[in-house]
């Protein structure tokens, strides 16, 4: 760093007019830094522009194509989304709907086991009725039976000789049906 230092001032002692060489103005300089300059330009223009700006509209095409599909994608993500909130809705509202049916149905189902389940009592105290009368007309028909062999027996005793048995016993089973229809 200090050689470089020592030969900038060197260069700037051996100038004219006492200024650095790099404030004096040297019209041969600035022609060939002309000539230069505009030969790169060209040279550049020629060559080096057209496939930069090529490669350049290129990447500005394919960024504006991804742009293009990234939109799409995000439309068709908004639009899944949106399909996918309805649908969802209509899950909730499908299964709220089934959960209510499921409830009616179980209470249809309560009610008809009730209404078996009372058809089956009513049914039960129903034949338990009919075999209670069956049973009170077996033992009233025992009842008379015997009633009618205690009449008989008594009144055979009573006039101590033995009665025709299927003549009085129409005789007393007469009476109690009088004795019957007399209750009722």
Do not use: C
Request: proline share 2%; glycine share 4%.
């Amino acid at each position: 760093m200090l050689t470089l230092f020592a030969v900038l001032q060197e260069h700037a002692e051996t100038a004219e007019g006492g200024l650095p060489a790099t404030f004096q103005v040297n019209p041969g300089l600035i022609i060939w830094t002309w000539v230069v300059f505009l030969s790169l330009f060209w040279l550049l223009r020629k060559y080096a522009f057209p496939p930069i700006v090529r490669l350049t509209e290129e990447r500005e095409k394919k960024i504006g194509k991804q742009l293009q599909e990234a939109e799409k994608a995000n439309a068709e993500a908004q639009a899944a989304l949106a399909e996918h909130r309805k649908l969802l809705e209509g899950s909730k509202v499908e299964a709220q709907a089934l959960l209510s049916e499921a409830k009616t149905l179980a209470q249809k189902e309560r009610e008809q086991l009730l209404d078996k389940t009372r058809d089956d009592q009513k049914d039960l105290l129903d034949r338990a009725k009919r075999e209670i009368a069956a049973e009170r007309d077996r033992a009233v028909t025992e009842l008379r039976k015997e009633a009618v062999d205690l009449s008989l027996a008594a009144a055979a005793k009573l006039i101590q000789e033995r009665l025709d048995s299927d003549q009085d016993r129409k005789i007393v089973e007469g009476y109690l049906e009088t004795l019957e229809s007399d209750r009722a």
